[in-house]
């Protein structure tokens, strides 16, 4: 089994999301197409179980939750009762005065 981040970085947010891929073979090599795959993240969130996609992948979805940098562990277990895991990063941003925008708009009528 080998796992894959659509995403190896992501930023620190609450709303920062990467899929996570899992791809299960046999001995030979050869896809495996009707396996549960439960995944587990030791911070943040993840789908489980994983979305089989009928080709030997299986794809779920990570979400931050936490508030600071961070090295992420999302560990995958087979029903087969293979394992595998993978470390993602949580990375500060830094917001630039010269490359960001701020709009702020109103639907209120003035009085």
Not at 18 to 35: L, M
Not at 63 to 81: H, K, R, W, Y
Request: without cysteine; proline residues 4%; hydrophobic residues 40%.
């Amino acid at each position: 089994m080998e796992l894959s981040a659509e995403k190896s970085s992501i930023p620190v947010s609450f709303a920062s999301t990467t899929d996570i891929i899992v791809r299960v073979t046999d001995a030979s090599g050869n896809p495996v197409k009707r396996e549960t795959v439960n995944l587990s993240a030791d911070k943040g969130t993840i789908q489980t179980p994983a979305v089989n996609n009928g080709d030997g992948t299986y794809t779920a979805t990570y979400t931050a939750t936490v508030e600071n940098e961070a090295d992420v562990t999302i560990s995958a277990l087979a029903s087969n009762g293979i394992f595998a895991s993978l470390k993602i990063k949580l990375v500060e941003v830094a917001v630039s005065a010269s490359k960001s925008t701020l709009e702020i708009t109103s639907s209120a009528t003035p009085q």
